[in-house]
């Protein structure tokens, strides 16, 4: 009997404990919310302290400016257009071999040559995203 009763205060003091730390967690991360009261949802300026050069990196994309296909690089070698384009832009350059999983997020900071293996050959027109 008495077992019984300390287990029920064990559970008793260990539902209290997590409903006390539950409250102040999500007090603490509606912190910085818009007024939206959206879990995701920040200010355009919250984004303004982030160092330009990892901006990508950290979840904020920048428009895409300039030149964002290449069309042209169809059937040139792999290298050759890696080359090409980190010369001509200042965006990520990632060789691709076909059929590759890669990630669906579009980053405007990416671009993608995907080619064939047994050729080297680029196949796809290498494009931001």
Request: hydrophobic share 40%.
């Amino acid at each position: 009997m008495q077992r019984g009763i300390a287990i029920v205060s064990v559970c008793g003091l260990l539902l209290l404990c997590f409903a006390t730390v539950s409250s102040a967690h999500k007090k603490r991360s509606t912190q910085g919310q818009a007024s939206d009261n959206s879990a995701f949802a920040f200010s355009s300026q919250s984004m303004d302290h982030i160092n330009p050069e990892i901006k990508g990196l950290a979840g904020y994309q920048p428009e895409a400016t300039g030149k964002t296909a290449w069309p042209e690089l169809v059937g040139k070698d792999a290298n050759e257009a890696k080359e090409l384009l980190e010369k001509e832009t200042s965006l990520n350059i990632f060789l691709v071999p076909t059929g590759s999983v890669v990630t669906m997020d579009y980053r405007t900071n990416r671009v993608r040559i995907t080619f064939d293996p047994a050729t080297n050959k680029v196949i796809k027109a290498p494009r931001v995203g």
